[in-house]
Structures are given as structure tokens and as C-alpha cells.
């Protein structure tokens, strides 16, 4: 049987220009078919032939009450979910969303480049990665720190760029369980050069992997 991700870039706020080239890197990172949408009522059908389920850089309010529901059920019954970037910058409207993702994002500073301290290198996200990761993103802050609710792979080391505003714990690469259901969340992604940064690319296949269950 064919694996299968949908992936979701449905925005109503702020859209990334780095949305198209995203999605073309998410159909060359494994052994599955991506179904990409922007239509909400692919969220209202039926996800389960799905091995997980992708927010790339989704933004605002982006699901109907039926889409929201069934997306609940989806993960709490064991299917996957991936957040990537913007993903934090959406469905402020439905509580069950922060607490499924871990953390909502407040801002960022300047598009600028950083450096990612890896914490946990046991994970198909992160074991490939240097201890210190150099790269350039827009480092997001968020309301409120995840860590007692996530495990947090990666941190932002604040000390290497400008407008942090979380302090010495600032995680930024996380993953959590939700029910039945796998969670995985990076911050990083937000330019179109993400997307063809050969240690992002196996960050972002990692995680998914991860959370489709697909590498364990």
C-alpha cells in the first residue's frame, strides 16, 4: 500500500513566499505520495489512509468546525501530525490546537542568521545535525515555553543573533505524543534556500518520518 501525507498550506494572515518550493522539497523527502491542499474541506473528509498530516506554513484560521473535529480525532485515534514554521501562527482560535502543537508563536526578529543548539541527538530529526547547527530563519519567540509539555530537541542559542526575547531555554525543534497520535514541530523554514539546505531537508524528512511512524 502507497504512503500517503497531506499536506496543508491554507493561509488567511501573513503567506511565505517560500510556500511553492516547500512543498515541492516535502514530495522528494521519502517513499510516499503527498496529496497537497489549500482547500478546507479536505480536512472534513475522512484522513485515515493518511500517515500523517502536515501544517507547512499554514497561517490564521485555516479549518471549519467539521475540519477541526476531524482532525482531533485523526491524531487522538494514532495518526501523525506535522508542524513546520508558520504552523505555530495558526488556529489561534481553537484552543485544542496549542496544546496539540505545544506552543504559539508571538514573534520573531529579523530575518537573520543564528545558531541552533541541538539537545537531543536520538531522533531522526536532530541525529544527523552538529551539536551546533548554523543557520538563518527568523528564530521564533513563543507566548509561552513549551518544554514542560514537548520534548524539546533543538534550542535557539540567543546569544548568536539579535531580538531574542525567550532567554537561555528557547526551544525551537520539538515533539510530543497527543493521545494515540505523534508530534512534530520546527520553527525553522521560512525561506525559499530552506528548502534546498541538504541538513533541513533531512531535519524536516526526519520529523515527519517520526511522526508518520514511518522511522523509528
Not at 501525507?5 to 513566499?17: A, C, G
Not at 510516499?32 to 485515515?48: G, I, M, S, Y
Not at 497561517?59 to 477541526?68: D, I, K, M, N, Q
Not at 539537545?119 to 530563519?137: G, I, K, M
Amino acid at each position: 500500500m502507497t504512503t500517503r501525507l497531506l499536506v496543508y498550506t491554507r493561509t488567511t494572515d501573513y503567506r511565505h513566499d517560500s510556500i511553492p518550493d516547500a512543498v515541492t522539497a516535502v514530495r522528494t523527502l521519502g517513499d510516499f505520495t503527498v496529496d497537497h491542499t489549500e482547500d478546507p474541506t479536505a480536512l472534513e473528509a475522512p484522513l485515515d489512509g493518511y500517515a500523517a498530516v502536515v501544517f507547512l506554513s499554514t497561517s490564521g484560521e485555516v479549518l471549519t468546525p467539521a475540519g477541526r473535529e476531524r482532525l482531533a480525532g485523526y491524531v487522538e485515534s494514532g495518526g501523525g501530525f506535522a508542524g513546520v514554521h508558520a504552523a505555530a501562527c495558526t488556529e489561534y482560535d481553537w484552543p485544542y490546537y496549542g496544546d496539540l502543537l505545544g506552543a504559539r508563536f508571538a514573534r520573531h526578529p529579523a530575518l537573520q542568521p543564528g545558531k541552533a543548539l541541538v539537545e537531543y541527538r536520538d531522533h531522526p530529526a536532530t541525529r544527523h545535525l552538529p551539536p551546533v547547527w548554523d543557520f538563518t530563519d527568523e528564530w521564533y519567540d513563543f507566548r509561552t515555553n513549551p518544554r514542560d509539555r514537548v520534548h524539546v530537541l533543538a534550542t535557539a542559542d540567543e546569544s548568536s543573533y539579535d531580538g531574542g526575547t525567550m532567554g537561555p531555554d528557547h526551544p525551537l525543534v520539538w515533539c510530543r505524543e497527543q493521545g494515540a497520535g505523534r508530534v512534530f514541530y520546527t520553527a525553522l523554514g521560512h525561506t525559499s534556500e530552506a528548502y534546498r539546505d541538504a541538513d533541513f531537508l533531512a531535519h524536516l524528512r526526519g520529523g515527519i518520518n517520526w511522526a508518520a511512524r514511518l522511522e523509528d
